[in-house]
T-cell receptor
Framework: DTGVSQDPRHKITKRGQNVTFRCDPI?????LYWYRQTLGQGPEFLTY????????KSRLLSDRFSAERPKGSFSTLEIQRTEQGDSAMYLC??????????????FGEGSRLTVL | DQQVKQNSPSLSVQEGRISILNCDYT??????FLWYKKYPAEGPTFLIS?????DKNEDGRFTVFLNKSAKHLSLHIVPSQPGDSAVYFC?????????????FGPGTRLSVLP
């Protein structure tokens, strides 16, 4: 399988605990994105990497959220001191660094977070 | 403030007929638009896109129309098939934006009835 993979697929945690999600993009893709999706909404942009550099962060990404892509390959998204409002599907996507008028993102299946 | 709107949460169409999914946007800086399809328990998959220099793009059964003056786009599926039943997201971006921050609409659930 050469698509975007995410782990774990589902995480249930208690409020106040820390959680970490991992994303492995398509190997030749140098751009990596994190999105969050809640019920009845479309994906909301969280952050974006070009290789190992985090180039853009949404204001949705509070201080409790941190994302890394240390070697320009896989990425992790950590949420500290989880709150019930963090319950959502966390989607990772990757793409090649193309001219903007192609713009196709390849999404993983997502990591669903449930905060009790 | 929703910059990309899909005002129909759901749509039901008979197999073989045309499905028309609509999308409106408010940000006049958006110049590239995409449609994604999502099945349950899967991530969204790219369907078709259109640049603001065009008003129509066609790919097989799927055609996207863009009306820049109305800030409106639509996805036409002809003929509709049961396998097209999914949630469809409209997305938009400013191509000058280095990060290509894609803004997604809330989605429309399409049900194609046999």
């Amino acid at each position: 399988d050469t698509g975007v993979s995410q782990d774990p697929r589902h995480k249930i945690t208690k409020r106040g605990q820390n959680v970490t999600f991992r994303c492995d993009p398509i190997s030749e893709h140098n751009r990596l994105y994190w999105y969050r999706q809640t019920l009845g909404q479309g994906p909301e942009f969280l952050t974006y990497f070009q290789n190992e550099a985090q180039l853009e962060k949404s204001r949705l990404l509070s201080d409790r959220f941190s994302a890394e892509r240390p070697k320009g390959s896989f990425s992790t998204l950590e949420i500290q001191r989880t709150e019930q409002g963090d319950s959502a599907m966390y989607l990772c996507a990757s793409s090649l660094s193309r001219p903007a008028n192609t713009g196709e993102l390849f999404f993983g299946e997502g990591s669903r977070l449930t905060v009790l | 403030d929703q910059q990309v709107k899909q005002n129909s949460p759901s749509l039901s169409v008979q197999e073989g007929r045309i499905s028309i999914l609509n999308c409106d946007y408010t940000n006049s800086m958006f110049d590239y638009f995409l449609w994604y399809k999502k099945y349950p328990a899967e991530g969204p998959t790219f369907l078709i896109s259109i640049s603001s220099i065009k008003d129509k793009n066609e790919d097989g059964r799927f055609t996207v129309f863009l009306n820049k003056s109305a800030k409106h786009l639509s996805l036409h599926i002809v003929p509709s098939q049961p396998g097209d039943s999914a949630v469809y997201f409209c997305a938009a971006t400013e191509s000058r934006n280095y990060g290509q921050n894609f803004v997604f609409g809330p989605g429309t659930r399409l049900s194609v009835l046999p």
